[in-house]
């Protein structure tokens, strides 16, 4: 069974660009949750998805925001980028929801650079 | 706020040693703890739970402890082994939140 994948694995941006970042979990599995890893605050949730809603957010500014397509795939969109978004951003998905959600299986990440 | 904190940033343990890391958790409405690994250029993996009824969960060379009423657990890992050289997660949720909250990791490094 395919692991999780995302696009691209590496970035780099200019302040103030967008940018639109790509996952897709592993097959049969329905819930999509994003992470934001830096090295002073470890890994920060941003969102969970499932079947096609977000149901869950962390504490993050609008500019990020995310969707979830019936296929399970997510995407991650950063507006009006800053230097500060410079990161790992991981993408995990599992089954279902909690008590399963612990069940996480992560992809490699995509390294953001904002320059 | 941190509401998990690994407050070791890194950590070095001769080969064969216990390895000893450590976590803390001020939101007492957790109830679910978990473990992660992770390797250079690769998305975290999960490595073992507890629940907050127990206090001890065992796999193998990998053990983690719970204190409920301290709100900190920790990782064991007997013997340390060098494959065993990684950035160490510990995650905590409510279950009815169902959202994880991590720390900030803890790089392991084994000597031979």
């Known amino acids: 069974k395919a692991g999780v994948t995302q696009t691209p694995r590496y970035l780099i941006k200019t302040r103030g660009q967008q940018v639109t970042l790509s996952c897709s979990p592993i097959s049969g599995h329905r819930s999509v949750s994003w992470y934001q890893q830096t090295p002073g605050q470890g890994l920060q949730f941003l969102f969970e998805y499932f079947s096609e809603t977000q149901r869950n957010k962390g504490n993050f500014p609008g500019r990020f925001s995310g969707r979830q397509f019936s296929n399970s795939r997510s995407e991650m969109n950063v507006s009006t980028l800053e230097l500060g978004d410079s990161a790992l951003y991981l993408c995990?998905?599992?089954?279902?929801?909690?008590?399963?959600?612990?069940?996480?299986?992560f992809g490699p990440g995509t390294r953001l650079t904002v320059t | 706020d941190q509401q998990v904190k690994q407050n070791s940033p890194s950590l070095s343990v001769q080969e064969g040693r216990i390895s000893i890391l450590n976590c803390d958790y001020t939101?007492?409405?957790?109830?679910?703890f978990l473990w992660y690994k992770k390797y250079p250029a690769e998305g975290p993996t999960f490595l073992i739970s507890i629940s907050s009824i127990k206090d001890k969960n065992e796999d193998g060379r990998f053990t983690v402890f719970l204190n409920k009423s301290a709100k900190h657990l920790s990782l064991h890992i007997v013997p340390s082994q060098p494959g065993d050289s990684a950035v160490y997660f510990c995650a905590a949720m409510n279950q009815g939140a169902q959202k994880l909250v991590f720390g900030q990791g803890t790089r392991l490094t084994i000597n031979p």
């Open positions: 995990a998905s599992s089954l279902g929801l909690a008590p399963t959600t612990y069940e996480q299986y």
């Open positions: 939101n007492s409405m957790f109830d679910y």
